[in-house]
Protein backbone atom coordinates (compact mmCIF):
# COMPACT_ATOMS: atom_id res chain seq x y z
CA UNK A 1 0.00 0.00 0.00
CA UNK A 2 1.28 3.45 -0.75
CA UNK A 3 2.31 5.66 2.30
CA UNK A 4 -0.55 8.03 3.28
CA UNK A 5 -0.21 11.89 2.69
CA UNK A 6 0.41 13.71 6.05
CA UNK A 7 -2.07 16.27 4.64
CA UNK A 8 -4.42 14.85 2.17
CA UNK A 9 -6.50 17.27 -0.09
CA UNK A 10 -10.40 17.48 0.68
CA UNK A 11 -10.39 18.72 -2.89
CA UNK A 12 -8.53 19.90 -5.71
CA UNK A 13 -6.52 23.30 -3.94
CA UNK A 14 -8.14 22.47 -0.62
CA UNK A 15 -6.33 20.82 1.82
CA UNK A 16 -7.18 18.91 4.80
CA UNK A 17 -4.79 21.16 7.25
CA UNK A 18 -4.13 24.49 7.26
CA UNK A 19 -0.65 25.68 6.93
CA UNK A 20 -0.13 26.54 11.02
CA UNK A 21 -1.47 22.99 11.48
CA UNK A 22 0.79 21.36 8.99
CA UNK A 23 3.69 22.80 10.36
CA UNK A 24 3.09 21.77 13.78
CA UNK A 25 2.48 18.19 12.62
CA UNK A 26 5.55 18.14 11.57
CA UNK A 27 6.61 18.72 15.36
CA UNK A 28 10.28 20.93 14.21
CA UNK A 29 10.46 22.04 17.62
CA UNK A 30 11.11 19.09 19.48
CA UNK A 31 14.24 18.38 17.06
CA UNK A 32 17.54 19.13 18.11
CA UNK A 33 19.06 22.45 16.61
CA UNK A 34 22.32 22.26 15.42
CA UNK A 35 24.18 26.04 15.93
CA UNK A 36 26.61 26.87 12.77
CA UNK A 37 30.00 26.82 13.64
CA UNK A 38 31.32 30.46 14.35
CA UNK A 39 33.47 31.80 11.45
CA UNK A 40 36.88 32.14 12.38
CA UNK A 41 38.09 36.28 12.32
CA UNK A 42 40.01 36.89 9.06
CA UNK A 43 43.24 38.43 9.36
CA UNK A 44 43.73 42.22 9.26
CA UNK A 45 44.40 43.39 5.76
CA UNK A 46 45.10 46.95 7.17
CA UNK A 47 47.12 48.67 10.45
CA UNK A 48 46.96 52.33 12.26
CA UNK A 49 50.16 53.87 12.73
CA UNK A 50 51.18 57.15 14.55
CA UNK A 51 52.72 59.87 12.78
CA UNK A 52 54.39 63.05 13.81
CA UNK A 53 53.89 66.40 12.54
CA UNK A 54 50.87 68.66 13.55
CA UNK A 55 49.18 68.87 10.05
CA UNK A 56 49.73 64.88 9.66
CA UNK A 57 46.25 63.56 11.30
CA UNK A 58 48.36 61.90 13.85
CA UNK A 59 47.90 58.44 12.71
CA UNK A 60 47.50 56.98 9.35
CA UNK A 61 45.42 53.82 7.93
CA UNK A 62 48.44 51.72 6.09
CA UNK A 63 48.65 48.17 4.59
CA UNK A 64 50.10 45.26 6.90
CA UNK A 65 51.98 43.81 4.07
CA UNK A 66 53.34 46.39 1.79
CA UNK A 67 52.42 45.88 -1.93
CA UNK A 68 55.93 45.29 -4.47
CA UNK A 69 56.45 48.51 -6.23
CA UNK A 70 57.30 46.62 -9.42
CA UNK A 71 55.29 44.06 -11.91
CA UNK A 72 55.91 41.47 -14.57
CA UNK A 73 54.73 43.62 -17.55
CA UNK A 74 52.89 40.16 -18.73
CA UNK A 75 50.20 37.91 -17.14
CA UNK A 76 51.64 35.23 -14.98
CA UNK A 77 49.45 31.91 -16.80
CA UNK A 78 48.03 30.27 -13.75
CA UNK A 79 47.09 26.38 -13.77
CA UNK A 80 43.33 25.82 -13.96
CA UNK A 81 42.10 24.08 -10.40
CA UNK A 82 40.79 20.69 -11.42
CA UNK A 83 38.77 18.54 -8.86
CA UNK A 84 38.60 15.60 -11.13
CA UNK A 85 40.83 12.24 -9.86
CA UNK A 86 42.49 9.97 -12.08
CA UNK A 87 40.88 6.53 -11.66
CA UNK A 88 42.23 3.70 -14.17
CA UNK A 89 40.31 2.74 -16.67
CA UNK A 90 37.72 -0.20 -15.87
CA UNK A 91 38.82 -3.03 -18.12
CA UNK A 92 36.43 -4.56 -20.79
CA UNK A 93 34.07 -7.42 -20.16
CA UNK A 94 36.03 -9.05 -23.41
CA UNK A 95 39.31 -8.91 -22.20
CA UNK A 96 40.06 -11.67 -19.34
CA UNK A 97 43.71 -12.92 -18.30
CA UNK A 98 44.69 -15.15 -21.60
CA UNK A 99 42.34 -13.26 -24.38
CA UNK A 100 44.44 -12.64 -27.81
CA UNK A 101 44.70 -8.68 -28.59
CA UNK A 102 45.21 -7.32 -31.70
CA UNK A 103 47.20 -4.07 -31.46
CA UNK A 104 45.73 -1.46 -33.54
CA UNK A 105 49.06 1.64 -32.98
CA UNK A 106 52.31 2.14 -32.34
CA UNK A 107 55.60 0.22 -33.07
CA UNK A 108 53.84 -3.75 -32.80
CA UNK A 109 50.46 -2.20 -34.80
CA UNK A 110 48.51 -5.32 -36.52
CA UNK A 111 50.67 -7.79 -33.79
CA UNK A 112 48.84 -10.27 -32.07
CA UNK A 113 49.39 -10.77 -28.52
CA UNK A 114 48.32 -12.46 -25.51
CA UNK A 115 46.75 -10.34 -22.26
CA UNK A 116 48.35 -11.06 -18.76
CA UNK A 117 46.78 -9.02 -16.36
CA UNK A 118 45.69 -5.28 -15.99
CA UNK A 119 48.15 -2.70 -13.98
CA UNK A 120 47.21 -0.34 -11.28
CA UNK A 121 47.70 2.65 -14.18
CA UNK A 122 44.93 0.63 -16.54
CA UNK A 123 47.34 -0.26 -18.96
CA UNK A 124 47.36 -3.59 -20.27
CA UNK A 125 50.10 -6.00 -19.94
CA UNK A 126 50.59 -7.93 -22.81
CA UNK A 127 53.28 -10.25 -24.53
CA UNK A 128 53.91 -11.63 -28.03
CA UNK A 129 55.26 -13.79 -26.85
CA UNK A 130 58.91 -12.12 -28.13
CA UNK A 131 59.80 -15.47 -29.11
CA UNK A 132 56.90 -16.25 -31.83
CA UNK A 133 56.39 -12.64 -32.62
CA UNK A 134 58.85 -10.41 -31.47
CA UNK A 135 56.45 -8.84 -28.77
CA UNK A 136 58.59 -8.30 -25.80
CA UNK A 137 56.59 -7.67 -22.54
CA UNK A 138 54.71 -4.01 -22.39
CA UNK A 139 52.07 -1.56 -21.48
CA UNK A 140 49.09 -1.09 -24.22
CA UNK A 141 46.24 1.28 -23.98
CA UNK A 142 42.95 -0.79 -23.98
CA UNK A 143 41.56 2.00 -26.18
CA UNK A 144 44.02 0.54 -29.60
CA UNK A 145 43.31 -3.23 -28.83
CA UNK A 146 40.86 -5.54 -30.60
CA UNK A 147 39.88 -8.39 -28.05
CA UNK A 148 39.42 -11.74 -29.97
CA UNK A 149 37.15 -14.76 -29.34
CA UNK A 150 40.64 -16.80 -28.66
CA UNK A 151 41.75 -17.17 -25.29
CA UNK A 152 44.65 -19.24 -23.19
CA UNK A 153 44.92 -20.87 -19.97
CA UNK A 154 47.16 -19.21 -18.09
CA UNK A 155 47.08 -20.23 -14.51
CA UNK A 156 50.40 -21.39 -14.57
CA UNK A 157 51.82 -18.12 -15.67
CA UNK A 158 53.23 -15.92 -12.94
CA UNK A 159 53.46 -12.04 -13.42
CA UNK A 160 53.37 -10.78 -9.81
CA UNK A 161 56.77 -8.82 -10.36
CA UNK A 162 55.36 -6.80 -13.70
CA UNK A 163 53.93 -3.71 -12.06
CA UNK A 164 53.69 0.17 -13.47
CA UNK A 165 56.92 0.79 -11.35
CA UNK A 166 59.08 -2.04 -13.24
CA UNK A 167 58.73 -0.17 -16.44
CA UNK A 168 59.60 3.25 -14.98
CA UNK A 169 63.54 4.13 -16.90
CA UNK A 170 66.06 5.33 -14.77
CA UNK A 171 67.22 9.53 -15.66
CA UNK A 172 70.35 9.75 -16.52
CA UNK A 173 72.49 12.88 -14.64
CA UNK A 174 72.92 15.79 -16.95
CA UNK A 175 76.22 15.62 -18.97
CA UNK A 176 78.71 18.28 -20.52
CA UNK A 177 77.33 18.74 -23.84
CA UNK A 178 80.96 17.10 -25.54
CA UNK A 179 81.13 14.91 -28.64
CA UNK A 180 81.37 11.88 -26.86
CA UNK A 181 78.65 12.84 -24.42
CA UNK A 182 76.07 13.64 -27.99
CA UNK A 183 77.89 10.13 -29.60
CA UNK A 184 76.17 8.30 -26.83
CA UNK A 185 73.33 10.02 -26.52
CA UNK A 186 72.30 8.53 -30.63
CA UNK A 187 72.98 5.06 -29.50
CA UNK A 188 70.82 2.41 -28.24
CA UNK A 189 70.71 1.98 -24.77
CA UNK A 190 71.06 -2.21 -23.57
CA UNK A 191 68.17 -4.33 -22.49
CA UNK A 192 68.67 -5.20 -18.80
CA UNK A 193 69.87 -8.87 -18.30
CA UNK A 194 67.21 -9.07 -15.41
CA UNK A 195 64.10 -8.05 -17.87
CA UNK A 196 65.52 -10.38 -20.41
CA UNK A 197 65.77 -13.21 -17.90
CA UNK A 198 61.69 -12.05 -17.02
CA UNK A 199 61.16 -12.44 -20.30
CA UNK A 200 62.33 -15.82 -20.99
CA UNK A 201 60.78 -17.06 -17.86
CA UNK A 202 57.33 -15.51 -19.46
CA UNK A 203 57.95 -16.80 -22.93
CA UNK A 204 58.89 -20.60 -21.55
CA UNK A 205 55.06 -20.77 -19.86
CA UNK A 206 53.22 -19.39 -22.42
CA UNK A 207 54.87 -21.24 -24.99
CA UNK A 208 54.31 -24.75 -23.15
CA UNK A 209 50.60 -23.49 -23.37
CA UNK A 210 50.83 -22.70 -27.22
CA UNK A 211 52.40 -25.89 -28.26
CA UNK A 212 49.49 -27.93 -27.32
CA UNK A 213 47.73 -26.44 -29.86
CA UNK A 214 48.90 -26.79 -33.75
CA UNK A 215 47.60 -23.69 -35.12
CA UNK A 216 48.28 -21.47 -32.47
CA UNK A 217 51.92 -20.84 -32.74
CA UNK A 218 51.04 -19.58 -36.62
CA UNK A 219 47.97 -17.75 -35.81
CA UNK A 220 50.13 -15.43 -33.15
CA UNK A 221 53.27 -15.31 -35.41
CA UNK A 222 50.46 -13.60 -38.13
CA UNK A 223 49.78 -10.16 -39.08
CA UNK A 224 46.32 -8.48 -38.89
CA UNK A 225 45.12 -6.27 -41.94
CA UNK A 226 42.05 -5.53 -44.30
CA UNK A 227 41.50 -6.10 -47.54
CA UNK A 228 39.44 -4.71 -49.97
CA UNK A 229 35.73 -5.32 -49.16
CA UNK A 230 36.71 -6.55 -45.59
CA UNK A 231 34.62 -4.45 -43.03
CA UNK A 232 35.87 -4.81 -39.16
CA UNK A 233 32.31 -3.83 -38.06
CA UNK A 234 31.34 -7.06 -39.62
CA UNK A 235 33.96 -9.15 -38.49
CA UNK A 236 33.95 -12.09 -35.71
CA UNK A 237 37.20 -11.55 -34.15
Do not use: C
Not at 123 to 131: A, D, I
Not at 143 to 154: G, H, N, P, R
Not at 201 to 218: P, W
Amino acid sequence: MAHAPSNPSLIPGVSRLSRSKAYAKKALFKKAKAAAPAKAAAAATHKTVEVGGAKNSKTRHVPVSKPSRFYLADDVPVPKKSRKTARPAKLRASITPGTVLIVLSGKYRGKRVVFLKQLESGLLLVTGPHKVNGVPIRRVNQAYVIATSTKLDLSGVNTEKFTDAYFKREKDGKKAATEEALFEAGQKKATPAARLQDQREVDKAILAIVKKDRVMKSYLNSTFALSRGQFPHLMKF
